[in-house]
């Protein structure tokens, strides 16, 4: 469904994209608009089908709700988009997540510097007024990303990188070793694999501890609700990895039932020349004892035997994060781009919009 209106002087419109109810038309000028942005914003990064694309956007997700706006062009080209995630009523610690909405979109290059930000801004306020929200974040990594949010007042909360890996030049010697002292028989740890999924109710058994792990992780000053692992989310997740194709690996260390260290990682068939690594962890009284350097042995061991024609491994770290960035660095790993954690608050973004040119009468169709 298209719900539409007129924006402002410009010749931009406005409509909240519903993709359930979306025409074929509708769309087609969305999947052009994201095979168009994903070139100018990665480019040579590869990209699904657009099959693949409109069924993960109309996939239902049980813990998270996206409100989708689309911003036109006289002819109805789709020139720019705001998507707000935020937390599903009703699902565990909502009250928690009720504060804030986290915000991706951008604009096509061409029309950039001509307003289309501001009306998607505008969108945003008004969202947030409607549902109480009281925190944006915006997660960015072009350099006119961020001068464009730095512009309107949010406030750099935390930086991060993501690190790539070439598979071909990993010291097959030093990761043996590694993994050797990891398990060594005085630290009296237990290893435990999992290769393509983990058992529903092994990963039912793990929310706790790997959320604990996952809470330890550095955010800087980033405001935020707890972060925890869901059982719902690996539900949905996994769904989607049976859709299309893929396999979840778990490595852990386990002090007794405890979890001493992990590193969990994914291979999509999507794109199947590379490996994402997820979290490595390490509990805070086992650290220092070179268990994440084991524990990421055993798992690019594991990945390059079930999957030889990965060639890439890709990951993201905190800049704060010096113990795993330096572990990375000898395995490789290097800096690919830079990604900033932005937050604004909706007084700061009413008090930018205020020097924005009014939009003139609403007019709906």
């Keep these: 469904m298209l719900e539409t209106r ?53 996939q239902y997700t049980p813990l998270h709700v996206t409100r989708r706006i689309l911003a036109h062009d006289a002819q109805g080209r789709v020139v720019g988009n705001i998507h707000m995630g935020v937390r599903r009523e009703g699902t565990p610690d909502y009250e928690a997540h009720a504060p804030f ?28 007024d409607t549902h109480g929200k009281t925190t944006a974040t915006f997660s960015v990594h072009l350099p006119e990303s ?19 890996m070439a598979f071909a030049s990993l010291d097959d010697d030093a990761l043996a070793r590694w993994r050797a002292e990891a398990l060594a028989p005085g630290h009296g740890l237990r290893l435990e694999i999992h290769a393509g ?8 058994t793990l929310m706790a501890p790997l959320s604990a792990l996952l809470e330890d992780a550095p955010t800087t000053g980033l405001a935020r609700p707890p972060m925890r692992y869901e059982l719902e989310d690996f539900r949905a997740w996994y769904a989607e990895i049976d859709r299309r194709g893929g396999e979840h690996f778990l490595v852990l260390l386990l002090d007794g039932a405890g979890v001493a260290a992990v590193c969990d990682a994914s291979w999509n068939q ?16 086992w650290r220092g004892k070179g268990l994440a350097k084991g524990v990421k042995a055993v798992m690019l061991q594991l990945v390059r035997e079930r999957h030889p024609g990965v060639v890439m491994a890709v990951t ?50």
């Design 6 to 58: 007129a924006a402002d002087a410009r010749p931009f419109a406005i409509s909240h994209f519903d993709p359930q109810r979306a025409s074929a038309e509708t769309w087609a000028h969305c999947l052009a608009y994201w095979r168009l942005r994903n070139e100018e914003d990665f480019p040579g990064e590869p990209l699904p089908s657009d099959a693949h694309i409109e069924q993960n956007v109309r």
């Design 101 to 128: 909405v986290n915000v991706s979109g951008g604009v096509r290059q061409s029309h950039r510097r001509k307003g289309v930000g501001s009306l998607l801004l505008r969108e945003l306020l008004a969202s947030m």
């Design 146 to 164: 961020h001068a464009f949010l730095a512009a309107i007042g949010a406030t750099e909360k935390h930086r991060s990188m993501e690190n790539r």
């Design 197 to 204: 999924r983990v058992p529903l109710e092994r990963l039912a």
């Design 270 to 285: 999507l794109y199947p020349d590379r490996m994402f690594q997820r979290l490595t962890g390490v509990a805070r009284h």
């Design 316 to 365: 993201q770290n905190a800049e704060v994060n010096a113990p795993m960035l330096a572990i990375n660095r000898r395995l490789g790993f290097a800096v690919h781009r830079h990604d900033g954690a932005y937050q604004i608050g909706t007084e700061s973004l009413r008090a930018f919009l205020s020097t924005r040119p009014l939009a003139s009468p609403e007019a709906r169709a």
